[in-house]
C-alpha cells in the first residue's frame, strides 16, 4: 500500500471527501480521530452510540442503541412459556426468523464453522446473555460447557481478561447477530486489553490462530497515517475478515473496513413490504462510506469515481429504527433492547460467510463482486448531503454498486 498523493485525495469522492462536518452533540458527540467526517443531520434523539469518542489510534465501537424500546429482563418468548406455562410475546425489534426471512437464508449450514468477534475489554454476563437470546428464539445453546462458545483474551487464553472497556452492548450484539445468521456455528470472543489498534489487532491474530474461519470487527476509526502498520492483523488468507463501515455516513472512510483484504459492511433500513420478497431495503443514512486516500484501488472494484478503494462492499440491516432484539445485562438498563449500527450489520454478515462455508473464498471481497446476482440491489436512501459526494453512487442508493450499501444484501448464500 502506498499514500495517495494530495491530488488524488483531493480528487477522491468529488473532491470533498475530507471536508469535516459535526453532528449535533446529542446525536454523534465527536469523530473518531481528527479530521473525521460526518454527515451533517441530526441523528433521532432517541438512538445514542453505545461508545463515545476516542483519540487517534484507539477505536469505537459502532452500536447504536434505541433508548426508547427496554423490555426487561429474563428469558421470553418461546422459552419463557416453558417457564411461566403462558405464551409471552417476543421482545421488540427483529429476531432471527425475521431476518432469515428478509434475506433468504436456509435453515442449516454453518456446521464446524467458528466464527470469532473481536472487541475490546471484557463483558463478564457474554454467556449468561447470549444464552438467554438463543433460548429465547429457539436456538441450540452455545456454552462453554458443549464447546460451542469460548472467551479468550487477546492472548488466547481464558484468564486473566482485560477490564470492562464499556463495549459490553457492542459484544451482545456482535454474539447475537452471528447467532441470528448461523445458529449452528460456534462463536468465539475475544477481547483485547484495550481499544487500540495494536491490541485489537493482537486480537484479531488469536481468533484466527484459535481456528476461526469467520473474523467480524464492528468497530473503527477513521483512516490516517500510520494505519499500514496494522494491515497485516486484518489479512490472513483463507479466512474471511469483515468489518462495519462506520454509522456517521459518507466521508472520510474507516478503518480497518477500508483495507483490500477486508469486507466492508454498510447499512440499511430494512422493512416489512407487500412485495414479491416481503421485505424492501433503502440505505440506512448512518451507513459509513468513502473513498480511500491511502488505500490502493483493488483490482476487482471497478466503480467510476473514486481513484482509491472504496466502501462498502456488502451490507445488512443497520438501522436502529429497524433493528434487531439484543439481550444484555452488563449496562445501565439491563435486558432487551434494540440495537442497531453497521455493528449489526458486520457479524451478521460474517454469520452468513460461515453459513455457506466457504471463507477460504473471501481472501477479500472480491467474490461478492462477481456473484452479484445473489445480492438483493438497495435502490433509494442516502447518507449524505449533495455537496458532499455531488449525488452521486458514493452516497445515494443506486441500480448497481453504491457507497451504503456495496453491491446488496444477502439473496440466499449464492454470494457468499
Given amino acids: 500500500m502506498r499514500r495517495l498523493t494530495r491530488i488524488r485525495m483531493l480528487l477522491a469522492c468529488a473532491g470533498t ?52 424500546v427496554h423490555a426487561g429482563k429474563g428469558v421470553r418468548g418461546q422459552a419463557a412459556s416453558t417457564v411461566t406455562g403462558k405464551a409471552t410475546a417476543l421482545p421488540p425489534g427483529y429476531g432471527p426468523a425475521d431476518l432469515a426471512s428478509a434475506y433468504k437464508l436456509p435453515s442449516t449450514g454453518g456446521s464446524g464453522q467458528t466464527v470469532a468477534v473481536v472487541d475490546a475489554g471484557d463483558d463478564p454476563t457474554a454467556e449468561a446473555d447470549l444464552a438467554v437470546y438463543r433460548a429465547t428464539y429457539g436456538l441450540p445453546a452455545c456454552t462453554t460447557a458443549n464447546g460451542c462458545f469460548r472467551k479468550v483474551n487477546q492472548a488466547g487464553a481464558a484468564a486473566p481478561l482485560p477490564s470492562d472497556q464499556g463495549w459490553d452492548v457492542e459484544i451482545a450484539l456482535d454474539l447475537d447477530m452471528v447467532s441470528a445468521s448461523c445458529p449452528n456455528c460456534h462463536l468465539l470472543l475475544v477481547e483485547g486489553n484495550d481499544p487500540t489498534f495494536a491490541d485489537l489487532g493482537a486480537a484479531e491474530n488469536t481468533a484466527v490462530a484459535l481456528g476461526a474461519g469467520e473474523v467480524s470487527n464492528s468497530y473503527g476509526g477513521t483512516e490516517q497515517n500510520g494505519i499500514q502498520a496494522f494491515a497485516a492483523d486484518y489479512s490472513h488468507p483463507g479466512v474471511a475478515i469483515v468489518a462495519s463501515s462506520g454509522d456517521f455516513g459518507y466521508g472520510i472512510p474507516n478503518f480497518p473496513a477500508v483495507l483490500g483484504s477486508v469486507i466492508a459492511v454498510g447499512g440499511t433500513s430494512l422493512s416489512p413490504a407487500s412485495n414479491a420478497r416481503g421485505w424492501s431495503e433503502t440505505a440506512w443514512w448512518g451507513a459509513g462510506s468513502g473513498c480511500s486516500a491511502w488505500i490502493d484501488k483493488p483490482s476487482w472494484q471497478q466503480d467510476a469515481n473514486c481513484p482509491g ?46 453459513l455457506a462455508g466457504n471463507p477460504a473464498a473471501f481472501p477479500n471481497a472480491s467474490y461478492l463482486y462477481s456473484h452479484t446476482a445473489s445480492l438483493n440491489d438497495v435502490v433509494g436512501g442516502n447518507n449524505g448531503l449533495l455537496e458532499d459526494c455531488g449525488g452521486d453512487y458514493q452516497c445515494n442508493g443506486v441500480t448497481g454498486y453504491d457507497g451504503p450499501t456495496g453491491n446488496g444484501t444477502p439473496n440466499g448464500i449464492g454470494a457468499f
Avoid: K, L, Q
Fill in 309 to 354: 478503494r472504496m466502501v462498502a462492499d456488502v451490507a445488512a440491516d443497520a438501522d436502529p429504527n429497524t433493528g434487531p432484539a439484543v439481550y444484555d445485562t452488563d449496562n445501565g438498563e439491563p435486558g432487551w433492547g434494540v440495537v442497531g449500527g453497521t455493528s449489526a450489520a458486520s457479524p451478521f454478515i460474517a454469520g452468513v460467510i460461515a
Fill in 17 to 68: 471527501a475530507a471536508v469535516a462536518v459535526t453532528v449535533p452533540a446529542a446525536a454523534h458527540a465527536a469523530t473518531t480521530a481528527p479530521g473525521a467526517a460526518t454527515v451533517a443531520r441530526a441523528a433521532p434523539t432517541h438512538v445514542v452510540d453505545a461508545c463515545g469518542p476516542v483519540s487517534a489510534g484507539r477505536a469505537r465501537c459502532f452500536a447504536e442503541v434505541r433508548t426508547d
